[in-house]
């Protein structure tokens, strides 16, 4: 289904199971533990053995030798594989960091050998007789000291909107210079881990030349071609399953070590192998959000008028790696006739930066939003208004292209009501209860909608019973729930007559889970398969399919009335495609985000006391899952603002804090009271779904918002997150 005009009505507009707070119904599979999540995948091939990884002990250098004798004939092993026994093994599409083959080392915790084993321990065990001698090089570990000067030349991308080298319109340097009231200022943020709950794990099976990985991954259609691409075998050879994941974040976007390394190790033990990366490795081994320091530059009238934006990034990557995209927002956000970004990157020999938590938009906002605040303050002008005065309703960088639908207004409106706004005294460290020091902050959030093709295949059995097959994954985000409410309200039959398939690449390819795209254009996928097994039934059954309606299991044209069970073996397989249509109208959401936070005046400890996010994300497709998807993206925000980095050992280049004991993310103690309010306009040309991402502008906006409450609370503007107490006392 073709779909590039501004939707009419269509049987989603019914509203009678979309729309719908709804439990998930994947719920009671998860709470019993019947959800088998990748390595409790025991029943899906007999004989399991276990692979333990080898992480590299240097962060660059090459391996002179690797001694595993001792190894070999360690209690209960089966198998070693080491990376001397492969060539570098090829490159997938997204991957920056070779994953395996070779004596090259390029990362710390980079594997090096696979163990494997009749069990975990024995395997683990096994490990550590593994004796691997290194020539260490120097290495780049300090993004401060190799920060370029020099912009990034050609295209950078990320998953992010993707902002290339040097954007310029109209003539920044001079309107800044002639600005009455100026700001410019230099932030940092950190390296940051993903930190997901489930571990990379896999399981993998050969039969003859066909392999199959149960796994954990978020988009199952590019994995699947980059496990082939790294293995060497034809795409056709490779089949991925991953029905449950248990957290992403952007970690399992792309294929890591353990698909890689289950596939080897399954070959040379000539039987099925699993593979999970412990959590220590987990940081250094795989992926995580790249450190930025970002300086932005706004030039303004008294009245609060942006005359001159300019927002710079440096980040770094290993060779051949992509820049953070934080100054991706910034050509969106804001009217203003002078505007200039750009983005540096700096080579660095840390393990690989890539897509965690709304990549870009995340860290950048928590820069941009935070310099809004303090612009504010020059002006002696309200927050809010400022944001407000400063709106636009077409793409400031493209004159005349206008935004599908933007809300940022009413957010910011209805956020500031809701919050008691007006009760924020602009003077900071005024408000005192008891030893806390008490302030207001808020922030403007947004994130882009991508638009994304995505298929699906839908059926009728003898029972009236609706199954949907999607490779499409719910990383806990409640796809299998939007999904069966999108076939429920289409074909007309109740919730509990539809069955969900997922993540298994033998199902029509979806656009996956990433960059808060999945709900909208997955679900557009199901929307357009249904559409054409409606065509087909009413076909079938005499029907004027242009009049036919879909209610109650029954299909109708005004005469006749037929159980939708009389089309039983029936099936239909369609995708969504956009056309330009995403050229045509800027498609963004919004938010405004709201908090309250207290500051203990003699250790500096910082409680979030509460958080609101007003979000414009087109129509919420069940505003329970969504609700759960913002708190828990608010929730990382906090952990972005106050707790959450990586702490680089510039020494010897790896991210020391590798576990959660010390990378310290927010636990239920530490968040308050959430709010979320969704304005729910459905966007008519988003899909006809008419729904927009939600899950990241949760946290787009977040970590300003509190950096900004922290700052009237205390009057101590820190301007390098994570805003840790030893920096404001
Ligand atoms: Mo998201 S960082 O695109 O999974």
């Not at 097959?469 to 539809?498: H, S």
């Amino acid at each position: 289904m073709k779909f590039d005009t501004p939707a009419g009505t269509n049987p989603i507009d019914q509203l009678k199971v979309i729309g719908r707070p709804t439990d998930r119904i994947d719920g009671p599979r998860k709470t019993t533990g019947t959800a088998p999540y990748a390595y409790e995948r025991h029943d899906v091939a007999p004989n399991q053995a276990y692979g333990y990884i080898v992480g590299s002990a240097v962060a660059k250098g090459r391996i002179t030798s690797i001694d595993t004798a001792e190894a070999k004939v360690a209690p209960g092993v089966v198998a070693v594989v080491t990376t001397l026994d492969y060539p570098p093994l090829a490159l997938g599409k997204n991957n920056i960091a070779r994953l395996f083959g070779g004596a090259d080392v390029n990362h710390y915790h980079q594997a090096v050998a696979l163990v494997v084993a009749e069990s975990f321990e024995q395997a683990r065990a096994a490990a550590a007789l593994i004796r691997v001698d290194y020539a260490r090089k120097p290495g780049k570990f300090d993004l401060a000291r190799e920060a370029p000067t020099a912009p990034l030349e050609g295209g950078g991308s990320g998953e992010g909107s993707g902002a290339p080298k040097i954007d310029r319109v109209g003539k920044f340097e001079q309107a800044f210079a002639a600005a009455p009231v100026t700001l410019d200022q230099t932030y940092t943020t950190p390296d940051e881990s993903h930190a997901m709950m489930e571990p990379f794990a896999t399981i993998a099976s050969w039969q003859g030349d066909k392999l199959t990985l149960w796994t954990s991954n978020q988009m199952i259609k590019w994995s699947k071609g980059d496990v082939a691409k790294t293995l060497g075998i034809p795409e056709e050879n490779v089949r991925l399953d991953s029905p449950y994941v248990g957290g992403g974040f952007g970690g399992k976007l792309f294929v890591r070590a353990d698909a890689i390394l289950a596939a080897l190790g399954a070959k040379a033990a000539s039987r099925p192998v699993k593979v999970a990366m412990t959590r220590p490795m987990m940081a250094n081994n795989s992926t995580h959000r790249p450190a930025t320091i970002q300086r932005v530059r706004l030039g303004a009238t008294r009245d609060g008028r942006l005359t001159a934006i300019a927002h710079e990034s440096t980040s770094g990557n290993l060779p051949d790696g992509k820049p953070e995209t934080a100054v991706s927002q910034t050509k969106l956000m804001y009217a203003g006739a002078n505007r200039m970004t750009l983005m540096r990157l700096a080579t660095l020999d840390l393990p690989e930066g890539n897509a965690m938590r709304a990549p870009g938009e995340a860290p950048g906002l928590m820069v941009l939003e935070m310099a809004m605040d303090e612009l504010a303050e020059k002006l002696g002008m309200d927050p809010v208004e400022l944001r407000v005065i400063n709106d636009t309703m077409e793409d400031p960088e493209k004159p005349g292209r206008a935004f599908s639908e933007r809300h940022l207004v009413e957010c910011l409106r209805t956020g500031a009501e809701r919050f008691g706004w007006n009760k924020r005294n602009a003077k900071p460290a005024q408000v005192r209860d008891g030893r806390w020091l008490v302030g207001m902050g808020m922030a403007a959030g947004f994130r882009n909608n991508l638009l994304m093709k995505s298929a699906a295949r839908v059926g009728v059995d003898a029972k009236g019973v609706v199954t949907v097959a999607t490779d499409m994954t719910d990383i806990g985000t409640g796809t299998y729930t939007i999904i069966a409410q999108t076939a429920a309200e289409t074909m007309g039959v109740p919730l509990d007559k539809v069955v969900v398939l997922l993540g298994d690449s033998s199902f029509p390819a979806s656009a996956g889970s990433g960059g808060q795209w999945g709900a909208n254009n997955s679900t557009a996928g199901v929307y357009a398969a249904c559409m054409k097994l409606r065509a087909d039934a009413a076909r079938r059954l005499g029907m004027d399919p242009s009049t036919a309606t879909f209610a109650d299991g029954k299909v109708s044209d005004g005469k006749r009335s037929v159980a939708l069970s009389k089309v039983a073996g029936l099936s239909a397989e369609d995708a969504i495609e956009y056309g330009d249509l995403d050229k045509r109208f800027q498609q963004s959401t919004f938010a405004a985000h709201f908090v309250e936070a207290a500051v203990d005046a003699y250790t500096g400890e910082v409680r979030v006391r509460r958080m609101l996010a007003v979000c414009d994300a087109g129509r919420i497709l069940n505003p329970k899952s969504a609700r759960s998807q913002v708190i828990g993206a608010m929730t990382m925000g906090v952990g972005g603002a106050l707790t959450e980095e990586l702490a680089v050992d510039t020494r010897f280049g790896f991210f020391v804090n590798h576990d959660l004991a010390s990378y310290e993310v927010p636990v239920h103690a530490d968040i308050p009271h959430q709010e979320v309010v969704f304005l729910d306009y459905p966007d008519a040309k988003s899909s006809p779904m008419k729904a927009k991402g939600v899950g990241e502008l949760g946290l787009c906006g977040v970590g300003a918002a509190i950096a900004n409450a922290v700052y009237n609370a205390t009057g101590v503007r820190v301007r390098d997150y994570p805003i840790t107490l030893d920096k404001h006392l």
